[in-house]
């Protein structure tokens, strides 16, 4: 038997000793908050902010958002939340209570009133764009423009 073939199996053996041991390490239990965490879970709505501001500017921020914060961020910026969507359901949609996983995103650049559709409210031009977006059907919850970021949010 010549030295390639005995070092084969070797190499097939270590090589498996090595996948498993980093798999047992991926798919392990986890300790502590991800660091990635907040920006992973938005991921889906990424595409979505950027074409919103036009692939224009800087992204700075991105994190979950709970309904009162969102609310809360809109109020500080002088714009009043939307009131909640009550009706009746459809019968391809129908009415879920609460507030779906959602997004701020939040992008630092030059937008002139007018230039990213459906901000609130429309005619102000500002730095920033923050963006709420719904994570499991990527849409648009709200657009706020400014040129002030309120307290909580960075940039």
């Known amino acids: 038997m010549t030295a390639s073939r005995r070092w084969r199996p070797a190499a097939v053996v270590a090589g498996l000793v ?3 041991s980093l798999t047992a390490a991926c798919s392990g239990p986890r300790s502590g908050a991800s660091a990635t965490g907040e920006v992973s879970g938005c991921a889906a709505v990424l ?3 950027r074409s919103i501001v036009h692939d224009e500017g800087t992204l700075t921020e991105v994190r979950r958002i709970s309904r009162s914060d969102a609310d ?9 939340p939307p009131r909640s969507r009550t009706g009746l359901p459809s019968p391809h949609r129908p009415v ?3 507030w779906p996983h959602a997004c701020l995103v939040v992008y630092r650049g030059n937008y002139p009133a007018g230039t990213i559709a459906g901000a609130s ?3 102000v031009a500002g730095r920033y764009a923050l963006i709420v977006l719904r994570v499991r059907h990527p849409s648009v919850e709200r657009i706020l423009v400014t040129d002030h970021l309120p307290p909580g949010v960075h940039s």
């Open 18 to 20: 090595i996948a498993c």
């Open 121 to 123: 409210p429309p005619a």
């Open 72 to 80: 809360a961020l809109s109020r500080e910026l002088g714009v009043a």
């Open 47 to 49: 595409p979505l902010a």
């Open 96 to 98: 879920r209570p609460g």
